[in-house]
C-alpha cells in the first residue's frame, strides 16, 4: 500500500452548494462502502475503482429493492 491513506469525507464542500440530508446519507454510505473495499482489496483495486464499484452495487441493490416482486410494472 502506498503512503496515501483514504479517508472518506475529509475533502473540503467549501463554496459548493449544500446537500440534502438524502443525498449526503447515500455519499456517506458510499464513502464507507469504497472505503472498506478498498482496505479488503489489499493494493487490488484503486480508490476510483473501489468508489466506482460500491456506487455500482449501491444502484443494483437500489434497483432490485425497487422492482415488484409480484413482476408489475
Known amino acids: 500500500m502506498s503512503g496515501h491513506e483514504f479517508a472518506p469525507g475529509r475533502r473540503s ?3 459548493r452548494p ?3 440530508q ?9 464513502s464507507r462502502r469504497a472505503a472498506q473495499m478498498w ?8 480508490i476510483r475503482e473501489a468508489v466506482e464499484l460500491a ?5 443494483v441493490e437500489t434497483s432490485q429493492t425497487m ?7
Open 13 to 15: 464542500r467549501k463554496g
Open 18 to 20: 449544500q446537500m440534502t
Open 22 to 30: 438524502e443525498a449526503q446519507a447515500i455519499a456517506d454510505e458510499l
Open 39 to 46: 482496505a479488503e482489496a489489499d493494493g487490488e483495486l484503486s
Open 55 to 59: 456506487a455500482f452495487r449501491m444502484g
Open 67 to 73: 422492482t415488484d416482486p409480484g413482476g408489475k410494472s
